[in-house]
């Protein structure tokens, strides 16, 4: 029997790391369509939600600043940010720190309509149940961030 309060050797990990990249991708993909269809009433793209989103938590940002924070690229982000502000969603404002690369801020619109996506989605996610406690939250959130920054090192597109 294993100890589970030991660190696992390297294969072990992996082995284990292998199961939960083996439910985050249906996990991801069920999400996805959940917040596609509850995105309607806004018209928003999962895409620009992201971004939406992104400004929501962290205030306003450059698009490299959150190209990185979602770990997508630069095009990628400009594209679904120039839809926002096509739709009034997001505004963009000098930055004090780079002159050629501005902050990307929330309209009053962009901050209704994320506000109204975030209450829906609280709402789903109220009905995972589950029984599960803060330290099993906790230790899913350490797990997925550690895989993450442990493959900060690969090259993004």
């Known amino acids: 029997m294993t100890d589970t309060s030991q660190p696992l050797s390297p294969d072990d990990l992996a082995d284990r790391l292998t ?3 083996d439910l985050v991708g249906p996990v991801y ?4 369509r959940l917040v596609e269809r509850g ?3 806004e018209g928003l793209s999962v895409g620009v939600r992201a971004v939406l989103a992104l400004l929501h938590r962290g205030g306003p940002m450059t698009v490299p600043q959150m190209g990185r924070a979602q770990a997508i ?3 990628f982000v400009q594209r679904m940010v120039n839809d926002a ?3 009034g969603l997001v505004e963009s404002v000098p930055n004090p720190a780079h002159r050629r690369s501005p902050l990307i801020r ?3 619109g962009g901050r209704a309509a994320i506000t109204a996506v975030l209450d829906r989605e609280h709402a789903l996610l109220r009905e995972v149940g589950g029984g599960l406690t803060a ?3 906790a230790a899913c959130v350490r797990v997925l961030g550690a ?3 442990g493959l900060d090192h690969v090259a993004d597109d």
């Open 19 to 21: 199961e939960v990249y």
């Open 29 to 32: 993909r069920r999400a996805q």
């Open 39 to 41: 995105l309607a009433p």
């Open 73 to 75: 690229s630069r095009q």
């Open 85 to 87: 502000v096509e739709r």
């Open 106 to 108: 929330l309209t009053g």
């Open 135 to 137: 330290a099993e939250v």
């Open 147 to 149: 895989m993450l920054a």
